[in-house]
């Protein structure tokens, strides 16, 4: 399985800017959409962002995705406390057959 | 209702097999409408996908995982399972189901990289 790079931590007080980096290749961000999930400690995932840029309905516009290259990001605008949470950077890979390749994780923490 | 809900055994023991079933409700959607998805979180780490599956059959696995995984779907249940077999230690995991990519008649929409909704998901400890 494919794995995509996302840094492990990131921080940032409450209203800050926060933004995280999902870095994979050709074969997956480069050429197929990005998704986002955020994870609060003891539930389920949740979808954040799909195709790069889109929010479902009820998810804060505060929440922005990007996607250049091989690469993507996730912005947190006017960081929260409930933002603290783990976030996820997903995308199909077209190798190997076709796979869903997954960030590691990055831990938002508000201090 | 809760869309998804996994069940299954919550110990299973090593060398042994791994099932679980998710149930589909009529919030979580039509069940030959989307693909269906299994990933799992193993404690303290990172999300890990298994596997989709369409009702038409269509499956995709995790290529590390794809000589001990099946998925499988019963739509008249509206359910679909999953088996891992010769399990270890390793997979120790809290398993989730989840909604995957709608396809019509004629195409597919979005990505197999869409995973919502969620079910609670359920933690499954191999041990003896």
């Known amino acids: 399985q494919s794995m995509l790079t996302q840094p492990p931590s990131a921080s940032g007080t409450p209203g800050q800017r926060v933004t995280i980096s999902c870095s994979g290749s050709s074969s997956n961000i480069g050429s197929n959409p990005v998704y986002w999930y955020q994870q609060v400690p003891g539930t389920a995932p949740k979808l954040l962002i799909y195709s790069n840029n889109r929010r479902p309905s009820g998810v804060p516009d505060r929440f922005s995705g990007s996607r250049s290259g091989a690469s993507a990001s996730l912005a947190i605008s006017g960081l929260q406390s409930e933002d603290e949470a783990d976030y996820y950077c997903v995308a199909w890979d077209d190798s190997q057959n076709g796979h869903v390749a997954l960030g590691g994780g990055t831990k938002v923490t508000v201090l | 209702q809760v869309p998804l809900q996994e069940s299954g055994p919550r110990l299973v023991k090593p060398s042994e097999t791994l099932s679980l079933t998710c149930t589909v409700s009529?919030?979580?959607?039509?069940?030959?409408?989307?693909?269906w998805s299994w990933l799992r979180q193993s404690p303290g780490k990172g999300l890990e996908w298994i596997g989709n599956?369409?009702?038409?059959?269509?499956?995709y696995y995790n290529p590390s995982l794809k000589s001990r995984v099946t998925l499988a779907i019963d739509t008249s249940e509206k359910q679909f399972s999953l088996r891992v077999r010769s399990v270890t230690a390793a997979d120790t995991a809290v398993y989730y189901c989840?909604?995957?990519?709608?396809?019509?008649?004629?195409?597919?929409?979005?990505?197999?990289?869409?995973?919502?909704?969620w079910g609670r998901g359920t933690l499954v400890t191999v041990s003896s």
């Open positions: 599956i369409f009702h038409s059959g269509s499956t």
């Open positions: 989840a909604r995957g990519r709608s396809c019509d008649s004629k195409t597919c929409y979005d990505s197999h990289a869409w995973f919502g909704p």
């Open positions: 009529v919030t979580g959607g039509p069940i030959d409408y989307f693909y």
